[in-house]
């Protein structure tokens, strides 16, 4: 079974650039999260999504950050305008239901670096 | 104050050794607790969940004390293989929200 899908893996841009994320979760998985991990750092969450529905976007810093679910399958994650303190993985993961036991399967990440 | 805490470690072993570590979370409403594993530059991926009256998994063992919120973890006849960062996952039941540590990281020398 295919895992968590994301991309790209790198992204090196110029602050002030928009930049875009896509995943892909496990198919049959109704709840996806994007965190975000600086280096040194656990994840941190950035939205919760429940189907299409946004359940927890409180994190999201909303003045430049925007996120998506269409049809609550797949989700893009888009920064605009970028700035310095955006470089970090920005981490898709998704769940069957919320809560699952806990168990949130990754996507490998989007490395990003904003210069 | 963050509200899952973790000693960063590096706690350096040799192979063979015993390693423990703690985790404290601030929020005593918490409700469900994990360990999860994040090798260099890869995703974090679940090892363990930790139950109220501790369990093990094969090598490794998970204590959650609740009076004095923290849960533990320790690793046993450690392997090189077991080198990784160890994260401390809590979860509120009212919204399933998981909350991370920083992670500790711990390296089993030859």
């Known amino acids: 079974e295919a895992g968590v899908v994301q991309s790209p893996r790198y992204k090196i841009i110029e602050k002030k650039q928009p930049v875009a994320f896509w995943c892909n979760p496990i198919?049959?998985?109704?709840?996806l999260y994007w965190y975000r991990q600086n280096l040194g750092q656990g994840p941190e969450l950035l939205i919760r999504?429940?189907?299409?529905?946004?359940?927890?976007d409180s994190q999201l810093p909303k003045d430049r950050f925007s996120a998506e679910r269409l049809k609550g399958v797949d989700s893009t994650l888009k920064i605009q305008p970028a700035e310095l303190g955006d470089s970090a993985v920005y981490l898709c993961?998704?769940?069957?239901?919320?809560?699952?036991?806990?168990?949130?399967?990754f996507g490998e990440g989007s490395r990003l670096t904003v210069l | 104050r963050k509200e899952v805490e973790q000693d960063p470690g590096p706690f350096n072993v040799p192979e063979g050794a015993t390693v423990a570590f703690n985790c404290t979370y601030s929020n005593s409403a918490s409700q469900s607790f994990f360990w999860y594993r994040q090798d260099c530059r890869k995703e974090p991926k679940l090892l363990m969940s930790?139950?109220?009256s501790g369990n093990e998994d094969g090598r490794f063992t998970a204590q959650l004390n609740r009076a004095s919120q923290y849960i533990s973890l320790l690793i046993r006849d450690s392997k090189l293989s077991d080198s990784a960062t160890y994260l401390c996952?809590?979860?509120?039941?009212?919204?399933?929200?998981?909350?991370f540590g920083a992670g500790t990281t711990v390296t089993v020398r030859a």
């Open positions: 930790v139950y109220s």
């Open positions: 999504y429940e189907n299409e529905e946004a359940v927890d």
């Open positions: 198919s049959g998985h109704n709840t």
């Open positions: 996952v809590v979860s509120r039941s009212n919204d399933y929200k998981l909350s």
């Open positions: 993961a998704s769940s069957f239901v919320a809560g699952a036991g806990g168990e949130l399967f």
